[in-house]
């Protein structure tokens, strides 16, 4: 076998190993669990009483994502009627930087980031670390079992814990903030 | 007679790309997966929302550079028109010298208060008897002017122009710079401050 016979082996084991490793379909799966563990929250925990008594209705509807690793794929958004105000929990993805789930929460132009992150995890002080090269990393937190917290993408990137009582705070704070424009 | 002072360190089309290589290595650079700073930065971003990010800099940066190499293309036709004002009676007797000094000069107005495209562009149309490649130059130039004066007025109108990210990009200026000195040759008079290049 020559070199370049040798290489394009090395390259095709490696490409097929790389494949197995990541599984498309699996990690969509995966992704649809996670954003239905969400809702499941949503409705039974967070605003169960509301919607009990009918004050929030909500609903679902598919839609589209395309992540360039997954290609398009159907799932479901959630939305949440509180009056004349309609808020949507919309799914971004699997493939993103720093967790493997994301919904956003949306209302006109301002949004709240849903991220599954360890339940140590209090912010992003706790998930990167820079230090020099040569000298140990500093010893981080161990993140603890994966759950949903709250981000404000214009925030300082403190985590809330995703809660009855923090999500009622959330989605006050987005309509309010909504109605400042 | 002395109309301006010219600058002998206006930048130049050297000057321009090497500004532009240089920020968008700096821009390739802030969006390198190897950066050791990529994760702080795009925590909780997708793919996408970065690669989307990384697009709109480097439009935003070819926008800037193009309006530097516009402004680089008006200071040829008004540095060539300054010149033809101060040149003396002896100097220079084609039509369009005597053109912007008899017809277009007023003695009064600053030469900033020249119009680009009616006085200096128009003057070039009918008395510089253009080759068919400097008029198609010339009947062009007016529109790229146009997108010069939206970004210098701080873009408040939206730029009717659907494409023009992609009309005006910095590659296309460059080419549209090549046009001019190709087509205009040693057509378009030029300052001489006797530095060498």
Redesign the interface.
């Known amino acids: 076998m020559t070199d370049f016979q040798k290489f394009i082996k090395e390259q095709n084991e490696r490409h097929i190993g790389m494949k197995k490793e990541f599984d498309p379909q699996k990690r969509i799966e995966q992704f649809r669990e996670c954003v239905a563990d969400l809702y499941h929250l949503v409705d039974t925990e967070w605003l169960n009483e509301e919607l009990a008594n009918g004050s929030v209705t909500t609903g679902t509807t598919p839609i589209t994502v395309?992540?360039?690793?997954l290609g398009a794929y159907q799932i479901d958004a959630k939305w949440i009627q509180i009056g004349e105000h309609r808020l949507l929990l919309r799914p971004?993805?699997t493939?993103?930087?720093?967790?493997k789930a994301?919904v956003d929460l949306i209302y006109k132009s301002v949004d709240r980031?849903f991220?599954l992150v360890g339940e140590n995890i209090d912010g992003?002080r706790d998930?990167?670390s820079?230090h020099v090269v040569g000298e140990p990393a500093p010893k981080r937190k161990e993140p603890g079992k994966a759950v949903w917290k709250i981000?404000n993408?214009k925030g300082r990137?403190d985590y809330l814990k995703a809660n009855k009582s923090n999500f009622e705070k959330v989605i006050m704070e987005v309509i309010n903030e909504a109605g400042r424009f | 007679m002395k109309l301006v002072d010219f600058n002998p360190d206006k930048p130049n089309p050297v000057d321009i790309d090497h500004w532009y290589r240089m920020s968008k290595d700096c821009i390739d650079n802030y969006f390198d997966k190897s950066n050791p700073t990529y994760e702080e930065r795009f925590l909780f971003k997708s793919e996408e929302e970065v690669n989307r990010q990384h697009k709109d800099e480097l439009d935003e940066l070819s926008l800037k550079a193009s309006f530097f190499v516009m402004t680089y293309i008006e200071s040829l036709f008004r540095t060539d028109f300054v010149l033809r004002l101060e040149s003396g009676s002896g100097k220079w007797k084609d039509q369009l010298t005597r053109h912007f000094k008899h017809d277009v000069y007023v003695p009064t107005k600053k030469m900033y208060q020249y119009s680009l495209v009616n006085d200096i562009i128009g003057g070039w149309k009918t008395y510089s008897f253009p080759t068919k490649e400097m008029m198609d130059i010339l009947n062009t130039l007016p529109q790229y002017f146009d997108f010069r004066n939206w970004i210098a007025h701080g873009r408040y109108w939206i730029f009717k122009e659907d494409n023009y990210q992609r009309k005006y990009n910095y590659e296309q200026m460059v080419i549209m710079l090549g046009k001019i000195e190709r087509g205009f040759n040693s057509k378009l008079k030029t300052k001489n401050f006797g530095v060498a290049p």
């Open positions: 395309t992540e360039e690793r971004v993805g493939i993103i930087i720093g967790t994301r980031m991220v992003a998930m990167i820079v981000v993408p990137y």
